[in-house]
């Protein structure tokens, strides 16, 4: 990408997922019934502040009617990368996969140790912004 002021299109975001995804091997996609899907726009913690916004790259998703299924926010991606490399972008993109990808393999596996990481990063964001725990 050589003018840092122009993020890729979604098409380009999907094609760099798609070279992400064929790098997996295919048992982790399976029960991913809804697969990975690239969403346009940008999602916000519930708990994100206005002068600190905390983004939502990616969610994995799964119930008994849409079944399990990875979600990556453009938007997202753009509002946070907008003036990075490709190669940065690609990076943050295969990580936020990965990610998704732990929760779906620990979901199968009926563990929830990445989201007791994630709880405990999302506690350490509360402490540094002074936020109260929702009840």
């Known amino acids: 990408m050589a003018d840092t002021d122009t993020f890729p299109s979604m098409e380009a ?15 982790l996609f399976e029960e991913l ?28 998703h799964r119930s008994r009617t849409l079944g399990r299924q990875i979600i990556i926010y453009y938007g997202t ?3 946070l990368y907008e003036t990075k490399s490709e190669k940065k972008i690609y990076k943050e993109l295969k990580k936020t996969l990965h990610h998704e990808f732990v929760h779906h ?11 007791i990481d994630d709880a405990i990063r999302l506690e350490a964001y ?10």
């Not at 019934?33 to 994995?60: F, T």
């Not at 620990?106 to 989201?115: R, V």
């Open 105 to 115: 393999i620990e979901s199968l596996g009926g563990e929830i140790d990445l989201e």
């Open 13 to 27: 975001i999907r094609d760099m997922l798609d070279d992400i995804q064929e790098d997996l091997p295919p048992i």
């Open 77 to 79: 991606f753009k509002k």
């Open 33 to 60: 019934n809804g697969g990975v899907l690239l969403l346009p726009e940008h999602k916000l913690h519930p708990e994100s502040r206005k002068e600190d916004k905390l983004y939502i790259k990616g969610e994995y």
């Open 126 to 135: 509360r402490r540094k912004k002074r936020i109260k725990k929702e009840e």
